[in-house]
């Protein structure tokens, strides 16, 4: 799904992004892509706007630079691009978790860092609109309310001079939509979820499918 110059890692980053997640760099190798140069493999936002549900940007702002996670880096110099973080119950189970999912996802997008996050539990006390309404009201003054039949999240963030965000919500059967993973702040590949998660399911041994399901 990627296009040329870019690689997955699934990654342990535990709290805060410190140097060894920041600063993972190849002592040498190719020049660095240019910020905003065009890549092939990718889709333009000018020429083609992500079809979500909501769509939202900050103010401008200056940045400081640019559980298993999934992160996104370039080959020339290892520079970490983009995260897709997969929520767990884990992540809601105490102020600190949640405290600590929050600043982990202002921190990157903070630092140039592009995120989708895909939140498949319900809303909880702690986030009564969502993960994005949490992240939302860290970056902005701006609410976000879940609509009342659908209240599972997918957020995508592009990480520019202004955040952007591609947010889309369904319900417990619903299937997942597409979401757009951002490799540039104006360039993304659009990630294929319902296909993957068929694809891991049809893998799985019967006897953990059936003990999800009930027997047939």
């Known amino acids: 799904m990627l296009p040329e110059g870019f690689y997955s890692l699934a990654e342990q980053i535990l709290g805060d992004f410190g140097p060894d997640v ?4 190849a002592p040498g190798g190719p020049t660095p892509r240019t910020a905003g140069e065009a ?3 990718t889709i ?11 769509v939202a940007r900050t103010e401008a702002q200056s940045y400081l630079a640019k559980q298993k996670t999934l992160t996104i880096r370039h080959v020339s110099d290892d520079r970490l691009i983009a995260i ?3 929520l767990s119950p884990g992540n809601k189970a105490s102020r600190v978790a949640f405290r600590d999912l929050l600043e982990k996802a202002t921190t990157a997008l903070e630092h140039g860092i592009h995120l989708l996050i895909i939140d498949l539990f319900p809303p909880s006390s702690r986030d009564p609109e969502g993960v994005h309404g949490a992240i939302w009201g860290e970056l902005t003054e701006e609410p976000f309310v879940l609509p009342p039949d659908q209240r599972l999240t997918l957020a995508s963030y592009s990480a520019g001079l202004t955040t952007a965000a591609y947010v889309e919500v369904v319900g417990v059967h619903d299937p997942l939509p597409p979401m757009p993973l951002f490799l540039e702040p104006e360039h993304y590949v659009m990630v294929p979820l319902e296909p993957s998660y068929q694809a891991s399911w049809e893998r799985m041994p019967a006897r953990w499918q059936e003990q999800l399901t009930g027997p047939p």
């Open 22 to 25: 920041l600063t993972l760099q």
């Open 39 to 41: 890549i092939p493999g």
């Open 44 to 54: 333009p936002v000018a020429t083609i706007t992500p079809r979500v549900r909501f």
């Open 84 to 86: 897709v973080e997969i």
